[in-house]
Structures are given as C-alpha cells and as structure tokens.
C-alpha cells in the first residue's frame, strides 16, 4: 500500500519506506539533477561502455531502466534495442520531465518515461526482457520487495544489471568531500544498510537482496575510474558545493569558510590537464531473473 504525493501536478504513489527519498529526488535534490544533466552523465562516463556491454541488449529487447535519471542511459537503451524500446523510471518529475524533453530532441522514439515508484508500482507481468540501472537502485526503503516487484515485471531468464558504488574507502570522492565539509566534525557516512549510495555496496548484503528477490547467477566485477567534477578547480568547486552544500547546516561562520576553503582547496588538489578528477570504485553487478 502505497502513500500519495501531489507532484508537479501529478500524483505519486510512494511505498511509506521511500517516502524520504521520494521527498529528496522529487525536491531539491532532483532539481538540481536536472539543471545539470550532462555535468552528472559526464562523471560517470567512464563506466559507460562496460555497463552496456554487461547489459548485452538486443535488438527487439523491452528495457526497464530503473533510477533513469534525465535518460541517458534509457536513451542508450532504447537505441541498442532497435526495434525493442526502452522504459525509465524514476521518483523524480522534474528530471523525468526532461528526459522526455531529451528522448524527442534526439529522435529516440523508442524511450518513454514514467514517474514512479518502482518499489511498487503494478508493471505488467513478464513484460521486459532486460532491466538495467546506473547508479539508481541503492535507494529503495525495501530493496527486497523493490527488486521482487522489478522481477516481477521481467520474463523468466531476463537479464539485470547494475552499476552501485563499492564502499566509501574505495571512492576518494566522497570521502574528499566529506571531509572538507565536515570542517573537523564528525560526520559519518549513512550506514551501508540504509537507503542511499553505498546500500548495495557490500556484495553479501547485495547478493542476498537479489537473492531472495528472485535471482541467482549473480556476479560482481570491480571497477575503477576516475569521476569528472568539472573542467577548472573553480568550476567544480560552484558544481559541487552545490550538491552537498547541506553539509554546512550547524556550522557557525568560522567553521563555514574553513569547509568552503577545504572543499576549494581539494578541487585544485585534483586539477589536472582534463579537468578536476577524483578516484572512484564500483561494482558492475549482473544476474539473472529465476
């Protein structure tokens, strides 16, 4: 049973236990995903031929795009398919919104979009024949019962796959970020069994998820690239602190320009010729649906 959200004029249906993220995706968060898409598809584009080339689509295959974001990835999706298509989804209207906006701009009349919860939304039955997500599937309140629903809407024999992040030492991304924030508090990172980036990080907990949500032949493949946050020290600076300015809420003025000068001065740590680069780690996750 599921709680409904008015949103952008449109209701969502939320499980209760996503009631928080559906709050973040589909508020501030979102929206700053969505006036920056190609600065966040940039950072990630090093994955990207590894991820497809796991996801293996073929042509005339029905895609589910799970955490689609603005599309990218559901816009790569619907054109491996060819003669298939591709479905997005996310809790996010406003980035759902310019995914749409993106699919007809390119032509790519084979992705549609849809604002959903996947924990729970009623996908027809056996209905896609592959199921990918990059970076968008570690924030279920129950990722049990989200990935036996997203199962559910996958024929028997279909193929998941799923680009999450390794754990938080492995990703000098976070940790720079954090601790410049932090101006010498102490803030720890979200447990790795809670909603948020690293949930699906421990593979035991990951493949046990998958595993009672109705997978086997699940895999782990260590990646390691380096995560593009802007093209000078100042850009990425303006860039990031506009995603995790939050971190500044406690702090008297005095801890606030020490953080700011720490997350200034760990972007030009990281210049380089190709811009400001940090470190990063995933897992390329495939299964398969029982």
Same mark, same amino acid.
């Given at each position: ?49 590894? =991820? ?35 479905? #997005? ?19 790519? /009349? ?12 009623? =996908? !027809? ?27 559910? /809407? ?29 101006? #010498? ?5 979200? !447990?790795?069994?809670?909603?948020? !980036?690293?949930?699906?990080?421990? !593979? ?10 109705? =997978?086997?032949?699940?895999? =782990? ?23 995790? #300015? ?10 606030? /320009? ?16 190709? #811009? ?15």
């Amino acid at each position: 049973m599921g709680v409904e959200r008015v949103s952008a004029n449109a209701v969502l249906r939320v499980d209760p236990s996503n009631n928080e993220q559906a709050n973040a995706w589909d508020g501030d968060e979102g929206d700053y995903w969505a006036a920056h898409p190609d600065r966040f598809d940039r950072s990630v584009a090093a994955y990207q031929d590894r =991820f497809y080339e796991a996801a293996a689509i073929s042509s005339g295959e029905r895609v589910l795009d799970v955490g689609c974001g603005t599309g990218q990835t559901t816009r790569a999706a619907a054109r491996q398919s060819g003669s298939g298509a591709a479905v #997005g989804v996310d809790l996010s209207s406003k980035m759902i919104e310019l995914a749409r906006e993106l699919a007809a701009a390119e032509n790519v /009349a084979n992705a549609s979009f849809e604002h959903v919860d996947a924990q729970i939304h009623p =996908f !027809p039955a056996e209905s896609f024949d592959n199921a990918i997500s990059r970076t968008g599937a570690m924030f279920f309140g129950d990722p049990v019962a989200a990935f036996s629903n997203i199962g559910r /809407a996958l024929r028997p024999g279909a193929r998941l796959t799923l680009l999450t992040w390794q754990p938080p030492p492995g990703n000098e991304w976070i940790l720079e970020f954090s601790t410049a924030m932090a101006a #010498g508090r102490d803030i720890p990172l979200p !447990p790795p069994d809670a909603p948020g !980036p690293f949930s699906l990080s421990d !593979p035991d907990r990951a493949r046990g998820i998958l595993t009672a949500a109705g =997978f086997d032949d699940i895999q =782990f493949d260590a990646m390691s690239e380096g995560m593009w946050f802007g093209s000078t020290a100042d850009d990425a600076y303006e860039f990031v602190l506009g995603l995790v #300015g939050w971190m500044l809420q406690g702090l008297d003025d005095a801890g606030r /320009a020490r953080a700011l000068e720490a997350l200034r001065s760990t972007m030009r740590a990281h210049e380089t010729a190709d #811009g400001v680069v940090f470190s990063s780690a995933t897992w390329l996750i495939t299964a398969t649906r029982v």
